[in-house]
């Protein structure tokens, strides 16, 4: 029971721009026959794919298929004046490897995925062919010079999808005997009373034609660039009655001595979102060698990473700071905190978190020589 894939490339494209055929032009790095014939290929089920091609296009199909597991692929075969013609051509080629099954799939779809391909290859246990397709969602209207004239009922309607599957031997015979100028590969199985089934389409199993379609082929294929920053912070104790921490003061018996303010959530807090960012630290940014920032309140390096990160296309999207002391405690202080954090860095409290522990009387900050504070930022590039 072998199916085999028949590719068809031989379009000119010309809706698409650009100065090659729509099929060989980049998406996301690599030529869009690529993607196609490689999500093909990545399907176990197809024993082989046949790509058929235009005249003047050898060079650009052999470099499209470079990096493919060649010994899946037939010789590419030349298509024809019509689709219709070139699939013709391709269903010719293919009689001496006497497939059972033919998927016939546009060379400008290149999202199948194996759940689009499922329902096709069941729906072949008792259909002579199978195709996928969508509903149609909107109103449809015929119209006469621009002008609304008549609704058209859209229940009994779908949108055909590729790839378009069929009974080797019944289509190729079809195609010997039908009228080309036919729809499409459905069109002419029906008119040859073949029995052909829908089943789900997928609105990313879209067809790439237009500059609008290219753009959204990129941003389907791109990965999210999300960023994940830590910083890590201390500040020892001096002497003193409050402590600022993540922007509030907190009435204490000690201070914490430092060049700027001392404020240690918001050090690791600012050294999270550059960490995100791979862009150094704070020290790097506000060097402690440099007097301006003496006694400086940190808002300003807070700030600074903020801007850094908008600038460089990204959204904050949650911080996560801990402080580490045996005191003051921080949890009543904890809400005051997250608003004030709101306040400087734009971001609703519900995406900043605000907790503290103890470290069990253990170390510097058990023994309450200082505070130490950790912190994750999470950055999505918009
Ligand atoms: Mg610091």
Redesign the pocket.
């Known amino acids: 029971m072998t199916s085999i894939a028949l590719i068809v490339a031989a379009g000119r494209g010309l809706r698409a721009g650009g100065d090659v055929p729509k099929q060989y032009r980049d998406i996301s790095g690599g030529p869009m026959l690529h993607r196609t014939v490689s999500a093909i290929l990545s399907d176990a089920r197809f024993a082989k794919a046949l790509v058929v091609i235009g005249a003047e296009d050898h060079d650009l199909y052999h470099e499209a298929i470079n990096g493919l597991d060649q010994a899946r692929l037939l010789a590419p075969v030349r298509g024809g004046e019509t689709r219709a013609l070139s699939v013709k051509n391709g269903l010719d080629a293919l009689t001496e490897h006497a497939p059972k099954h033919v998927f016939i799939q546009d060379a400008a779809r290149p999202f199948i995925t194996a759940a689009l391909l499922d329902p096709i290859f069941d729906a072949l246990t008792h259909s002579d062919g199978a195709f996928p397709a969508l509903p149609v969602i909107d109103a449809l209207w015929k119209t006469e010079s621009g002008r609304a004239m008549t609704p058209q009922s859209r229940t009994e309607l779908v949108r055909a999808q590729t790839p378009q599957a069929f009974d080797f031997v019944k289509i190729h015979a079809a195609f010997a005997s039908a009228d080309l100028a036919a729809h499409d590969d459905v069109a002419i199985a029906r008119a040859a009373g073949m029995s052909v089934a829908v089943t789900p389409g997928q609105e990313e199993n879209f067809k790439v034609t237009t500059p609008e379609d290219f753009a959204k082929a990129e941003s389907q294929l791109s990965v999210p660039d999300i960023r994940t920053g830590n910083g890590y ?1 201390v ?1 020892r104790f001096c002497d003193g009655d409050a402590v600022i921490l993540c922007g509030v003061d907190i009435p204490h018996n000690r201070a914490l001595s ?1 060049h700027s303010d001392a404020d ?1 959530g918001m ?1 690791a807090i600012t050294d999270a979102i550059f960490g995100a960012l791979a862009k150094g630290d704070i020290g790097q940014w506000f060097p402690p060698s440099d007097m301006k920032w003496k006694g400086a309140a940190s808002d300003i390096f807070l700030r600074k990473a903020v801007e850094v990160a908008k600038e460089d296309g990204f959204v904050i999207t949650h911080v996560d700071c801990t402080l580490i002391c045996e005191l003051p405690k921080i949890g009543p202080h904890a809400e005051a905190m997250r608003l004030r954090l709101s306040e400087l860095m734009g971001l609703e409290v519900a995406r900043i978190s605000v907790k503290a522990t103890t470290s069990e009387r253990l170390g510097f900050t058990g023994r309450e020589e200082g505070i130490a504070a950790q912190a994750t930022a999470t950055l999505v590039r918009a």
């Open positions: 912070d500040h430092g240690v050090h």
